[in-house]
């Protein structure tokens, strides 16, 4: 009997293992060794972004507003403007997950009375030493941005982080613009 189980049992996960979906394995997503969450706090501008179905509304002016929280969290206060020129505004929190360096993050925008069930990636890959412009990834490099202080970036600047961008096993060409209006 025991024998029929692991042969059932075998033929189940060779069956799901053909029919799911092969990831790329990719390296580790190598993030910044240091952020000073006092400097980073403040508001940005999104430069690019890989298109994704939770943004598809914002037509223009997407930007991140961080401040830090009495608890310790960050609160963010993520802004786009539809095509119709009105505004959205998503509230969330993001927690330091890497204390030491804090440049590992996660974000939610989901709250069911006060609890936070959904959690997002939010790990900072490139950073401006003057931070004047940041990079964020996640581990499945399915997700991404180029934030700045200011609503645009110079071209040698774009080329620096497009190579950060490479060495982190991100496409470039992946990122779309993000339009600002001043």
């Known amino acids: ?10 033929l189940v996960l060779i069956i799901t293992a053909c ?7 990719l390296p580790q997503l190598v993030t910044v060794k240091q952020v000073d969450i006092n400097k ?4 940005w501008y999104e430069v690019a972004k890989i298109p994704n179905s939770f943004q598809d509304h914002c037509a223009y002016g997407t ?11 960050i609160k963010v206060i993520n802004k786009c403007y539809d095509e119709n020129g009105e505004p959205d505004i998503a509230d969330g929190v993001a927690n330091i997950v890497d ?3 804090n440049s590992k993050l ?26 004047q412009w940041a ?23 774009m080329e620096k982080i497009f190579e950060i961008l490479k060495s982190q ?14």
């Open 19 to 25: 029919n799911s979906p092969q990831e790329k394995i």
């Open 63 to 73: 930007t991140a507003d961080y401040n830090i929280q009495d608890d310790g969290s």
């Open 99 to 101: 204390k030491k360096s």
């Open 1 to 10: 009997m025991k024998t029929k189980f692991v042969s059932v049992m075998s």
């Open 40 to 43: 980073y706090i403040g508001l």
């Open 135 to 157: 990079v964020i990834g996640t581990p499945s490099r399915k997700y991404g941005w180029i934030l700045s202080r200011t609503p645009s970036l110079p071209d040698l600047t």
């Open 169 to 182: 096993h991100y496409n470039p060409e992946d990122f779309e613009m993000s339009e600002q209006k001043e």
């Open 106 to 131: 996660e974000v939610s925008f989901v709250s069911f009375f006060g609890i936070r069930p959904f959690w997002g990636d939010y790990w900072i890959i490139g950073l401006d030493e003057k931070y």
